[in-house]
C-alpha cells in the first residue's frame, strides 16, 4: 500500500510540475508566433523550456534573483532573444527518473530540452515516441565548433541509437579528470610517514591514522580512509573506493565492462575473481577499525563531510573535492591536505578508474521545433571553456570573477563587492555542469610547464589554490588510467528484466561481506548466480551489441564524420 499510495503522490506532484513546461508547446514558436533571427538574436524572443532535479540547481541567486529570473536568463533574452525556462523535476536522480517515466504513462507536457542520466530511461523515452529524432538538426544547425568537439567522442551516441537513428547527444562531452588521493599531510608528518603508493603502504598509513592519534588530542576519535558504499563501489567521482578493488583486478573495476585479454570478449568487472581479494581486504580493514563504520549507508557528501571535520585521513575524488573539504584547514589548526596520485596495484601496474565522457544527454520533445535556437544558446555557453566571446573570462563579472583596478581577479574575497564565494552562475544554465574542452586538467597541466595564463581560462586555473593545482596536474598526467566502459548502449532485453536484481544481488553481497555478516564465499556464490540468473546471457547480448556497434555509422549523418 505504501508503494502504491507514493506512485499516486508522485502521479500528482508530476501534472503539477510539468504544467509549468507548457500545455501548448512549450516555446513561441511552437505555439504559432513567428520568430526571425536578425543578426544572431530572436524577434520576438523564443521560449526554451527545460528539466533539471534539484540537486543540479546548485545556482546561488543573489538578491531579486531566482530560478528563471537571473543574470543568466537574462543574457540570453538582452543578446540572444532566448528565454529559458527550468522546472525543478525532483530533488535527486530518482525521484527524477521517476517523474519522468510518470509523464511517460499520461499525457503531461514534456520539456523542450531533457537531460537524462539513466540508459534505461534513454531508451523508454526513445520507445514511448515522444521524443525528437534528430539527426538532420545536428546536420543543419549544429554549429562548427561544436561538431568538432562532438567529432571527438563518437562513442557518446551509442545510448540514443535507435534503428540507425540518433535521439538525443551528450551533455557537454569531455573527458573528465581522473581522481587522486587526498590525505591529511599533517597527519603524516605527525607520524613520520610518507604517502602510500602501494596497497601494502596503504594499509600501514590508515592503520597509523587509526591507533596512533595523528592529531595528537589524545583520544581515539580518527580513522584512516572515508568512502561512500550507500550506492555503488565505483562512483566515478568522489569518496569512492574503486582503486582497492582495481589494485587486485586491474581494469576490470566493478560495474564496468572491458575486453578480456583472453576472449577479445567483454566481461563485467563485478563479477572478476580478483574482487574477492578486494573484499578480503575491505573486510578486515573495516573490522580493524579503519573504514567508517556506517559506510553502507554513506552517501558521497556524509563521507566528504567526516574528511572535512577531521575525522578521517584519506579521501579519494577529482581534483576540485579539494574545495569541498578545504574547510578543514580553516577550522583545525595546523590541518593540512596534499594531493597524490591513486596507489599502484599488487601487480605494479597503475590502478584504473571509470572514465566519463559525458554527463548524461539531451533529448528533446517531439513537439519541439526550435533546435536551431537551442543550439545558438549551447554553443554561446561554450565560450567560457574557449575564454571567448561575452564569456572571456567567465560567465557574469561580479559573479565567478571581476575586474578590480583593471585586473581580473577570480578570488571572491577580492571582489568590488567581497563574497565568501563564487557565485556558480554556468549552474544556471541547462548543463548540470560547465561545459569544457580537451582533457580535463590540461589547463593546469599547462601552467605547471611555465605556460602563461594570458586567456580567462588559464587564468581562472592560475588563481585555483595550490593543492588544487596539483591535484588537477597530477591526474592529468595519469589520466591513461581512466577507462570508459565499453558497453554503452541501450539496455540489452535480459537487462531490461533482470539488470536490477543482478545489481542489486552485487551490492548486498559486497556490502555484506565487508561487513562481516557474510563469509567471504559468499562471493562465490554470487558469481555463480549472477551467470545463472541473467548474467551469460546479457553477457552474450553485449558482447553482440559490441559486435555490432562498431558497424552502424551515425557521424557521416549528422555531418560529424
Known amino acids: 500500500?505504501?508503494?502504491?499510495?507514493?506512485?499516486?503522490?508522485?502521479?500528482?506532484?508530476?501534472?503539477?510540475?510539468?504544467?509549468?513546461?507548457?500545455?501548448?508547446?512549450?516555446?513561441?514558436?511552437?505555439?504559432?508566433?513567428?520568430?526571425?533571427?536578425?543578426?544572431?538574436?530572436?524577434?520576438?524572443?523564443?521560449?526554451?523550456?527545460?528539466?533539471?532535479?534539484q540537486d543540479e540547481n546548485a545556482g546561488k541567486y543573489f538578491e531579486g534573483e531566482s530560478l528563471n529570473d537571473n543574470v543568466l536568463t537574462r543574457w540570453g533574452v538582452e543578446n540572444l532573444g532566448i528565454k529559458i525556462e527550468t522546472t525543478l523535476l525532483g530533488g535527486d536522480a530518482a525521484q527524477y527518473n521517476n517523474k519522468l517515466r510518470l509523464a511517460l504513462t499520461g499525457s503531461e507536457q514534456l520539456p523542450n530540452v531533457i537531460p537524462v542520466y539513466d540508459t534505461m530511461l534513454m531508451n523508454d523515452l526513445i520507445q514511448s515516441g515522444r521524443v525528437k529524432e534528430i539527426t538532420e538538426d545536428i546536420k543543419n544547425y549544429m554549429p562548427?565548433?561544436?561538431?568538432?568537439?562532438?567529432?571527438?567522442?563518437?562513442?557518446?551516441?551509442?545510448?540514443?541509437?535507435?534503428?540507425?537513428?540518433?535521439?538525443?547527444?551528450?551533455?557537454?562531452?569531455?573527458?573528465?579528470?581522473?581522481?587522486?588521493?587526498?590525505?591529511?599531510?599533517?597527519?603524516?608528518?605527525?607520524?613520520?610517514?610518507?604517502?602510500?603508493?602501494?596497497?601494502?603502504?596503504?594499509?600501514?598509513?590508515?592503520?597509523?591514522?587509526?591507533?596512533?592519534?595523528?592529531?595528537?588530542?589524545?583520544?581515539?576519535?580518527?580513522?584512516?580512509?572515508t568512502f561512500s558504499g550507500k550506492d555503488s563501489y565505483n562512483t566515478g567521482w568522489v569518496s569512492d573506493p574503486v582503486m582497492i578493488f582495481s589494485a587486485y583486478t586491474g581494469?576490470?573495476?566493478?560495474?564496468?565492462?572491458?575486453?578480456?585479454?583472453?576472449?577479445?570478449?567483454?566481461?563485467?568487472?563485478?563479477?572478476?575473481?580478483?574482487?574477492?581479494?578486494?573484499?578480503?581486504?575491505?573486510?578486515?580493514?573495516?573490522?580493524?577499525?579503519?573504514?567508517?563504520?556506517?559506510?553502507?549507508?554513506?552517501?558521497?557528501?556524509?563521507?566528504?563531510?567526516?574528511?572535512?571535520?577531521?575525522?578521517?585521513?584519506?579521501?579519494?575524488?577529482?581534483?576540485?573535492?579539494?574545495?569541498?573539504?578545504?574547510?578543514v584547514e580553516t577550522n583545525i589548526a595546523g590541518a593540512k591536505i596534499s594531493a597524490y596520485p591513486t596507489i599502484d596495484g599488487v601487480t605494479g601496474d597503475r590502478t584504473y578508474q571509470s572514465a566519463q565522457l559525458n554527463d548524461g544527454v539531451f533529448m528533446f520533445s517531439k513537439d519541439f521545433n526550435n533546435m536551431e535556437a537551442f543550439f545558438l544558446y549551447y554553443d554561446k555557453l561554450y565560450d567560457a571553456a574557449f575564454g571567448t566571446g561575452d564569456f572571456q573570462y567567465g560567465y557574469a563579472q561580479g559573479y565567478d570573477y571581476d575586474i578590480v583596478n583593471d585586473e581580473v581577479v577570480f578570488d571572491p574575497k577580492k571582489f568590488n563587492k567581497p563574497m565568501d564565494s563564487l557565485q556558480m552562475v554556468g549552474k544556471m544554465a541547462f548543463t548540470k555542469n560547465t561545459p569544457a574542452i580537451g582533457d580535463a586538467g590540461k589547463n593546469f597541466y599547462d601552467l605547471a610547464q611555465g605556460v602563461e595564463p594570458n586567456t580567462g581560462p588559464l587564468m581562472a586555473a592560475n588563481a585555483a589554490k595550490e593543492t588544487a593545482k596539483a591535484g588537477f596536474v597530477i591526474s592529468y598526467e595519469n589520466r591513461e588510467t581512466l577507462l570508459p566502459t565499453l558497453f554503452n548502449g541501450p539496455p540489452t532485453k535480459t537487462m531490461q528484466s533482470n539488470w536490477e536484481q543482478l545489481t542489486t544481488m552485487e551490492k548486498e553481497t559486497y556490502t555484506k561481506i565487508i561487513y562481516g555478516n557474510e563469509p567471504l564465499e559468499a562471493f562465490d556464490q554470487f558469481v555463480k548466480q549472477w551467470h545463472e540468473k541473467g548474467g551469460d546471457q546479457i553477457t552474450e547480448e553485449v558482447n553482440e551489441w559490441y559486435s555490432n556497434a562498431s558497424k552502424v555509422d551515425v557521424m557521416s549523418s549528422m555531418g560529424l564524420n
Open 1 to 53: 500500500m505504501k508503494k502504491a499510495s507514493n506512485i499516486a503522490l508522485a502521479a500528482v506532484l508530476m501534472a503539477g510540475l510539468l504544467a509549468g513546461c507548457g500545455g501548448k508547446g512549450g516555446n513561441e514558436a511552437d505555439q504559432g508566433t513567428s520568430s526571425t533571427l536578425v543578426n544572431g538574436k530572436y524577434d520576438p524572443p523564443v521560449t526554451i523550456t527545460i528539466g533539471k532535479q
Open 144 to 225: 562548427d565548433r561544436l561538431k568538432e568537439i562532438y567529432k571527438q567522442y563518437p562513442s557518446t551516441f551509442n545510448p540514443v541509437i535507435h534503428e540507425g537513428k540518433v535521439y538525443g547527444m551528450a551533455i557537454s562531452p569531455v573527458l573528465t579528470e581522473g581522481q587522486v588521493m587526498l590525505i591529511r599531510q599533517d597527519w603524516l608528518d605527525n607520524l613520520g610517514l610518507q604517502a602510500p603508493t602501494t596497497i601494502e603502504e596503504f594499509e600501514q598509513v590508515i592503520a597509523a591514522f587509526t591507533n596512533d592519534d595523528p592529531d595528537g588530542n589524545n583520544k581515539k576519535d580518527t580513522y584512516g580512509f
Open 251 to 327: 581494469k576490470h573495476i566493478p560495474s564496468s565492462w572491458q575486453l578480456d585479454e583472453e576472449s577479445g570478449k567483454l566481461v563485467y568487472g563485478s563479477v572478476d575473481e580478483g574482487n574477492k581479494e578486494a573484499l578480503a581486504t575491505l573486510r578486515d580493514w573495516y573490522s580493524k577499525g579503519y573504514l567508517n563504520k556506517e559506510l553502507a549507508t554513506q552517501g558521497a557528501w556524509d563521507a566528504i563531510a567526516d574528511f572535512a571535520e577531521g575525522k578521517a585521513g584519506i579521501i579519494v575524488g577529482r581534483p576540485w573535492l579539494y574545495d569541498s573539504v578545504a574547510a
